[in-house]
């Protein structure tokens, strides 16, 4: 394949990609809140067709978020203050019609929720209020810092879920204590 094909077909592949990834969108606010960081955030759109389907079939669904505060440096690589990885999983039993719903903080189960209502299930999946991210006594006064969530799910729907089976979002903040 000679080059200019090549080039071509990559960018036909990335304006697809970027079709694909804006049926999504991550909403993301950071809070300090006393002496706690917290965050905010919504997966849009996320609950697809292809989700509740897999769903209704008996597939254990799962998102996954990696949630990484850093630290803006201007002259070198950012720095990593800390790294949550959130999960939330939905196991659907078809006998009882009743989805177990699990959300897991660094492997660590910190609530589960059995529902009969699917509002509550796209709810559980892909909205977080007032996630707790770290201590203020890890961050230093003035400086820049922004939250970067990337979210995932499984099984492999047909978008975020899909092509790239990933979307990312960050939002910013200046800490003042």
Known sequence: MNRRRWFSYMMAVLAGSTTVLSKESLR???IVNDDEVLVS???ADAYTTGVREAI???LRTTFTYDLDLRMMAPFWMDRSI???IVSTTDQYDNLTRRHILTRTL???VEQTLVTE???VVARWLTTFAR???CRTSRLEP???YYLRISARSRPHGDSLLGWANAITGQAKFTFVP
Do not use: A, K
């Open 41 to 43: 955030f919504e997966l």
């Open 142 to 144: 003035g400086r820049e």
């Open 28 to 30: 993301i606010v950071p």
């Open 56 to 58: 209704s079939s008996g």
């Open 82 to 84: 800390v790294t949550v």
């Open 117 to 119: 209502d699917e509002s």
């Open 131 to 133: 996630l707790p991210v």
């Open 106 to 108: 660094d492997g660590h």
